[in-house]
């Protein structure tokens, strides 16, 4: 267990390092500025490498690989759909996420269950659509 919290730890300080990163020419706007996609440009200054542009994702920006999915309190997370869903879930190992298609009367039942079974859910808002609180 201790390498595990190591390892957890330092993937928290990787990624306090990592930069955003961002589609080359972002600025100009448009369709083009969601989401990330690797320049391939012929003169591209990113693609490129150049000190003063947009950092590219390269392998070295990863995590360690014992803790990639991990939740950062160490446990597995597993995603729910329903109450049923719960039965497979250990209690050492494993933390319950809640499907965001989850009506709020199910997300009722599964918090309820959990509490029974002593699982922990990471997502416990319980907050329904339409209601201003």
């Given amino acids: 267990m201790f390498i595990m919290e190591r390892l957890l730890r330092v993937r928290s300080q990787q990624k306090k390092k990592k930069p955003t990163f961002k ?12 989401g990330y ?4 440009g012929i003169d591209n200054k990113s693609r490129m490498k150049l000190k003063s542009k947009l950092k590219m994702a390269n392998v070295g920006y990863s995590s ?25 879930l250990k209690r050492k190992f494993n933390i319950a996420i809640m499907a965001g298609s989850v009506g709020f009367k199910n997300k009722k039942m599964i918090i309820d269950e959990a509490k029974k079974r002593k699982i922990k859910v990471a ?9 201003e609180e």
């Fill in 37 to 40: 996609r690797r320049p391939k």
């Fill in 64 to 88: 360690p690989k014992k803790v990639r999915n991990y939740h950062p309190s160490g446990l597995d997370p597993i995603h729910v759909y329903n109450v049923s869903d719960l039965a497979n």
């Fill in 123 to 131: 997502n416990p808002n319980l907050k329904q659509k339409g209601s």
């Fill in 23 to 34: 589609r080359s020419e972002f600025w100009k706007g448009g369709p083009l500025a969601k």
